[in-house]
């Protein structure tokens, strides 16, 4: 018997990052972590829900106290409305969804220019559009 696949809960911006993860980071457990994920969600049928705060990918960056994110916390959600707003995410129904059905919308908003929009004040934002070969 096939056990079932624990949730993993992310914040919205997140669903960016794990498309654009090249095996960087703060440090090895926080890569480490994030590749877990990333491979976890290469599953289309893994469970996820999105969330607006720390998530799973937080527990391990060296700029989260646990309760929060230090390093810039309205940059953040700033960051997490507009990928709500551009992939109209309804957090009020505590929804899971799948990691297919994300990982399709993530993918045809970012061929209409969506990673700019959002991620252009991030600190990752050069590595990544090196990595998407994009005009950024």
């Known amino acids: 018997m096939q056990q079932k696949s624990e949730v993993i809960y992310l914040r919205a911006h997140h669903l960016i990052c794990i498309n654009t ?3 960087l980071g703060y440090s090895d457990a926080f890569i480490n972590n994030m590749a877990r994920i990333v491979e976890a969600l290469n599953s289309p049928s893994q469970p996820l829900r999105i969330i607006d705060r720390l998530d799973d990918i937080c ?3 060296c ?3 646990g309760r929060q ?3 810039n916390g309205k940059l953040v959600l700033e960051m997490d409305n507009k990928v709500k707003e551009i992939l109209q995410i309804d957090l009020s129904a505590d929804k ?3 990691a297919g059905f994300l990982n399709k919308k993530v993918e045809r908003a970012m061929k ?3 990673f ?3 991620c252009k004040d991030c600190e990752w934002f050069t590595i990544c559009c090196q990595l998407l ?3 950024g």
């Open 69 to 71: 994110c230090l390093k």
């Open 112 to 114: 209409k220019g969506f």
């Open 63 to 65: 700029h989260s106290n």
């Open 116 to 118: 700019c929009k959002v």
């Open 96 to 98: 899971i969804y799948t």
């Open 21 to 23: 993860f090249s095996g």
């Open 59 to 61: 527990a391990f960056c």
């Open 133 to 135: 070969k994009c005009n």
